[in-house]
């Protein structure tokens, strides 16, 4: 069993997102709710990979940071994909079609990009539930990537809906939503034992 280092891009998505955490001060309790909005779900295949350049998503990172300001990650060993998905009704959180433009919460726009960004949580869930299961099978790697993925790809959405809405408090509400359950869902990846080139672990 060879455990490795964690690749270049995870590793600078756990550095961005240990800064938010200390960005985020006065950690206040989470009230959660059950949604029970239908999410269509659609896997990635394991031998998926991120192509997401590391600069790109740095630069990403350094423009959202700075309306980081509080709230911190609470426990994420007890919470199920249901209590993680719960708590905003679908026009609070964030979805998909991005544009360079400022968008304001009364658009459609608006509106896509918060079920776009709910739908890119859940499947980050779902695949990391899929490389939680997997461990010690041949299908690990590649779900451990692949989770690993999906992850980066809800991080992004967020970080591009955080940058084009205008709305002050829709932006406050959006961060002190979705930052604490994006940090829980990389410390559930941490923990997660890494392969080397050889798909061993």
Partial sequence: MQITAMPATST???SKLNHFITKLSHPT???????EAPIQKQ??????TSVESTSSMADRFRQVIPFFRRRSSGNISTLTPAEETA?????????SS??????SPTTSDYVQSIERLRSLYKLAIDELNYAIDSQGSSYYPGDLATAREALDDCANAFMQLLLHTTDPVTRESLQSYMAPRLMRLQKKLDAL???DEDNDY
Avoid: C, H, W
């Fill in 87 to 95: 708590g905003q009704p679908s026009s609070a959180l964030p979805n």
């Fill in 43 to 48: 896997r990635k295949p394991s031998y998926a």
């Fill in 12 to 14: 600078l998505f756990k």
């Fill in 29 to 35: 309790k989470e009230e959660d709710e059950d949604d």
């Fill in 98 to 103: 991005f544009t360079m433009t400022p968008i």
């Fill in 193 to 195: 034992p890494e392969v």
